[in-house]
């Protein structure tokens, strides 16, 4: 599975849009967040579809979501908003 590209990143443009309104996020290359300097989510695309990896909370691994779809990228932005409210993240 490889990152992203250009092409897969204009499908997910509304996804970034509101990723980009979340607190704590700062956007180092189109689709590669980080919260501090910390990595916290980036995407993939294959034959499968979109992914995003974002980072478990506290743990250092990555869960993976298929943001192919709609139901997919809101199941994202929860967990996203979730773990920046965690307060391990923001002290790291």
Excluded at 10 to 32: C, F, H, I, Q, Y
Excluded at 43 to 56: I, W
Excluded at 76 to 86: C, G, K, V
Aim: hydrophobic share 40%.
């Amino acid at each position: 599975m490889r990152h992203a590209g250009p092409d897969a990143l204009d499908l997910l443009e509304p996804l970034l849009t509101e990723l980009r309104a979340l607190p704590g996020l700062n956007e180092k290359r189109r689709g590669v967040f980080y919260v501090k300097s910390r990595a916290f989510l980036h995407f993939h695309e294959d034959r499968a579809g979109l992914f995003a990896d974002l980072r478990g909370g506290a743990d250092t691994d990555f869960e993976r979501f298929d943001v192919t779809g709609a139901e997919g990228q809101a199941r994202l932005i929860d967990a996203a908003r979730a773990r920046l409210d965690q307060s391990s993240l923001r002290r790291s």
